[in-house]
């Protein structure tokens, strides 16, 4: 990247033609300069627009009241995507970073290529056909009805090929003679990975999984089907009880014709955009590009 | 051959990933197999989607139990689709290029002259690149608060002729947001990955930099631009809640203008849950499941496309 400006001044480069070229150049600059502003001055405006509002609707109700009644906070839609998301995580994250050790560790054949490939697929469909799928099965087919377990397993579904995939990377990043040193001291396969590998990956795996959680905070679609929603906290059973959550606030209560309502939507769009928000910068700053 | 069982254990992990995908296929073919019955082939080509009369005791059509006068054609939504991503596409692209290019070549020397007078000045492109992914990140809801807060009221008033701002255009802007950093990070990582030789003949041919960057390398690069335009592709099929937001919800009429109000399958689906529910003959979560299995095959295609051209495109970038 030493190169310089070259200036299209050469004897036989006639005057007229130069200039032409020179203009054509500065525009077609300035053309690709407007094009980046045009990205990220809606970024920048997302997070102004939420930020502003959200911080005047932010108050001690939204913590401690229900959506229910007078529709003065929104506890239960924070304590909902609270463990909706500690749930799907709690199924995701063994799966996932299983499936990560089978790829990197045992993957580099046939069966490891053809789980690669269907891990992105399942990647690629959109998410709202994950909630429909789930929708028929659990709710329709098992009987579950709105539920916990629905949402959590829909989430679930949704980022285990993501945490396969970062698992994958980051054990890749750990040099092969750290395994063969463990093999050569005795070690069986489990050791090797869980005392050695893992331990050195460990950044990367931690990485993948607040990337994760930071999906599953931000996702609408497949929720709608599967939790639905309640105006009351949480009743602690796993089926038949539907759940609140953060990202149903956004969308719904901005459709209400009051100010209060909007408000609530703002405060649960800015709680929920600092949270996906804090999660990626974070990771961006602290881990190498490599590994993502 | 002796036995792992600590292999064995994790290939179980990792096999539940196919078994989900193949779960999903299955229940949506098989739960949608009565509704294919039903509607055969005007599933596609017809534009009403009428759930029939939910308060009379069904009709028998067919041997299948569905709500009398009941039809379900998903053409229009089908149209919504095709129209909001194309149409987010053609936005997006040149808005990703200009950002790539921009960020690859021009922000580097931008960054050596300005340090020239500020010496302390911290790195830009960085935070610049990083500003560009984190609209990736952003969830498609807050998307959707943004297109209702902001975008909708300034199409209502300064562009749209009815004075309502929700439609076809409102969602494909909100889309090509949406999709942008997807093509312009493709794309920024295959320009920094052009070899310093192809830049620096075509700088000694007396190209300017602009030149450089759009005959030398951008040339050399189309491969990926192209898969990373089908990958947003994809992605802009699938997505449900910004489009759901501020698409005006139009159902049974095919767009005419920039302004119709639409709605994409994917957003179709996420509106229809209260009728689901209320359809005692269950036909109408039947025809659902149809349309659901009819997106996940249209994005498993272009997502097969996307993979297919860029792998195709590593081959060019090493000549």
Redo the contacts between chains.
Sequence with gaps: ?S?S??Q?T?PD?PGGKALR??I??MV??I??????C???F?????VG??TV?GLAALNWDLFTKNTGGAALGMRNAIEGTFIITIFAMAIAV??GV??????C???KNK?GS??RF?????T???????G??S???FI??FGWGFSLAAAAITIA?LI??YL?RITELALTQVPNTMREAAFALGS???TV?FKVVLPAASSGVITGALLAL?IS?????PL??TAGWSDYAWSGKFTHSPVAYL?YV??TF??QPDAHSHAL??AA?FI??MV??AI??GV?LTVKRSVR | MKLRPFRTAVLGLSLLIPAALVAVVLFLVIYSGQAMAFNGFHFLTDVTWNLGDLYNDPVTVKGIQVPSGAEYGILAFIAGTLASSFLAIIIAVPLSIGTAIFLAEAVPELERSARRTIPWLPPIRPVLAMLVELVAVVPSVVFGLWGIAVLIPFLGHHISPTGNGYGLLAASIVLALMITPIIASTLYDALSQVPKENRESAFALGSTHFEVVTKAMMPMVRATLIGGVVLALGRALGETMAVLMVSGGGINILPTSLFSPISTIASFIVSQLDSAESDPTNMAVRALSEIALVLFLITLAVNAAAKLLSSGALNVRKH
Excluded: H, K, Q
């Design positions: 990247m190169a400006i070259s299209p050469g480069t070229r020179t054509i150049s077609g600059w053309g690709c300069g407007i094009g980046l045009l990205v990220i809606p970024l920048l405006d997302i627009v939420v509002n063994p799966i299983g499936a990560g050790i089978y790829l560790e045992y993957g069966t053809t789980i269907l891990s992105d697929v399942l690629g469909t959109p998410s709202v056909v994950l429909y799928f929708y028929i099965v329709i087919s579904i285990v090929p396969a069986n396969d489990a990975v930071a905070v931000g996702e609408t679609a709608i089907y990202t956004i969308w901005i459709d939507a703002y769009a929920v955009m996906v928000l990626n910068i961006r």
